[in-house]
Each structure stands twice: as structure tokens, then as C-alpha cells.
């Protein structure tokens, strides 16, 4: 799988991608992570002043990123694909915004199987141009029901979800949560911790190595 993510920011996933499975994933080659950024498609003036961004049409206090360094961005990823291979690419091109379709991890699992190229567009400001969806008919997806101040966050959240779907990312196949019985309420040792002078104990349950018992008792929770 590789990303191919258009970001006018890619500094900040530097961090983000060279740490941990994700981190880990890349240096064995099993996901790759390509950047572009938008300005480098904009002819650059004498001035070197190259806006990605401009006022809305019909109004408003934000600005909107504008159509075409977008679009020249997205075109350069595809003939970059096909020259690097003459069979097709089964490539997803995905825009976040909040009031869309909410990203799962059933998405995650479908897009890992069918996919070879995902683009992620991160926009900014306000949003991008709408005609930007509508030439390449983007997928649209929100991670949530809040506004954040750029695509960026999604788009590491993708990866690292879609990523996880992957085999050979994660160290064991029983690592994938959704494959197996499991809550959200976790222990470890010691079996007795005692915090400001008050003990708290691991569960009983836990502790009698009666697979069944415990089974039932994370399906409880």
C-alpha cells in the first residue's frame, strides 16, 4: 500500500511516521508514504509568493483552497503511477470533511483489500473547492463530528488504521483487536497495586486460567 498525501504541511507527520508499527512498517517496506505539496505546482511569480488558498464565493470569514494546484497535484500522482507500472493501479482518492460519511474500521479492512494507491487530500482553511471533488470523485469521509484545523490528523489516522489491516504490520494476527473477543478494560501486574494507600486488585476471573470464564466475562464487557 503506499499514500500518496497532499498536504501544504508535510512536516507534520515527520514525527508521526517514523515512530512505532507505522514507523516500523515503512523501514520494512511493507507501506510506503509519499508527500506533495500543492505550492510546488503553482508557478511561482517574481515575488515567489504562491497561494494554495483564496476568499469564498458568496461569503464568509474563512478562505478556501483553490481548484487548480490541487488538481495539477492529484494529476502529477497519477502519471507518476503509470509510468511506474503499465498495469493498472487501483487508486482511492479521499477528501475529509466533517459532515461525510463517518471512516470505520470496516472501511479500513475493505480499502486495504481492494486498493494499491490511496490519496489523501488534507485541505485547510474552510475546506477545498467543491469542483475538486466533483472532477475526481473523491471519496468523502469524516473522522468525527467536530471541525479540526486541517485534513493532516485524519489522514494519520487512516494510515495508521488501514495500515493495521495489513499483514505483517502488526507482530501477531491475534494483535488485531476486531479479530478477537476484547474490552476495553485491561490489566497487569502487579496483581495488587496500591495507590495513596488504597489496594486495587486485577480481577478474580483473570487470575483462574479458565479461558471460558474469562471469554464471557470481556463479551460482558
Known sequence: MTYHIVTIFPDMFSSYINESIIGRAIKNKLIFVRFYNPRDFIKAPKNNYRPVDDKSYGGGP???MRAEPLLKTVDFIFKKLKAKSSKSKAVLVINFIPSAEK???AFAKKVSKKY???ILICGRYEGIDARVDKILKTKK????DYVLTGGE???MILVDCVSRQIPGVLGKYESLEEERISSSEFYTRPEKLVYKGKGYKVPK???LGNHKLIENWKQKK
Open 62 to 64: 474563512g478562505m478556501v
Open 103 to 105: 471512516f470505520t474500521t
Open 116 to 118: 494499491t494507491d490511496i
Open 141 to 144: 469521509l469524516s473522522i468525527g
Open 153 to 155: 490528523i485524519p489522514a
Open 205 to 207: 476471573v483473570l487470575l
